[in-house]
């Protein structure tokens, strides 16, 4: 069965440089979320969509922002990267937005 | 903001024993989810409990929702080494667009 396929899985940047982060969600699902997991820690939400409509927002720095296209992918832009953004960033997509949650492999940031 | 606490943070058992956490919100919810998160991988959906009193079991596991749909647990019975992992519930509070990760248990068991 088709999975939430992230790209890349691993990823080095430099401080204050840009990444872009990208999900594609399982084929029908129609709501998209993105998640920051640090070392240890639980997975904190920064953004979801519904229909391509941004519906939820949580700790995501303004240096971040994100868009899910007319083809449901989504992408996370992260910019004037810091070391503290390094991170494994989750991905994850549902068919609805009380369903439960399927999870990509994530993309692992490092900042350096 | 709503926040959704569990516990213990760690525990470890000796294979065979039986396993508990417990999860907290700080407001009603509307539905509770349960993840397993293996080490180096991504949390993986077990389950979601949307009923107030809602006893759900899979195999050794059994998940219950609070009365007051404001907190969960999750049982495992006889743990065995293919357990180990960290198991995290999420919230979703009523008209929340998204369910917020409790800080999950981590389990080892020793064989």
């Known amino acids: 069965a088709a999975g939430v396929i992230q790209s890349p899985r691993h990823l080095i940047k430099e401080k204050r440089e840009t990444a872009t982060l990208k999900c594609y969600p399982i084929p029908r699902h129609d709501t998209v979320y993105w998640y920051q997991q640090g070392p240890g820690q639980d997975p904190q939400f920064l953004i979801s969509f519904y229909e391509k409509m941004q519906s939820d927002k949580g700790s995501i720095p303004d240096r971040f922002s994100a868009q899910q296209f007319s083809d449901y992918h989504s992408e996370l832009n992260m910019s004037s990267l810091e070391l503290g953004d390094s991170a494994l960033y989750f991905c994850?997509?549902?068919?609805?937005?009380?369903?439960?949650?399927?999870f990509g492999s994530g993309t692992r940031l490092t900042v350096v | 903001g709503q926040q959704v606490m569990q516990i213990p943070q760690y525990q470890h058992v000796q294979e065979g024993e039986d396993f508990t956490t417990y999860c907290n919100s700080s407001t009603t919810l509307s539905n509770i989810q349960w993840y397993k998160q293996r080490p180096g991988g991504h949390p993986v959906f077990l389950i979601q409990?949307?009923?107030?009193?809602e006893v759900k079991k899979q195999k050794r596991l059994t998940f219950q929702f609070g009365e007051a749909k404001k907190n969960s647990s999750l049982h495992i019975t006889a743990t065995q080494t293919t357990d180990v992992g960290t198991y995290f519930c999420a919230g979703r509070a009523t008209n929340a667009g998204k369910s917020t990760f409790g800080d999950g248990t981590t389990l080892t068991v020793k064989p």
């Open positions: 994850a997509s549902s068919l609805g937005q009380g369903r439960g949650y399927t």
């Open positions: 409990l949307v009923k107030s009193g």
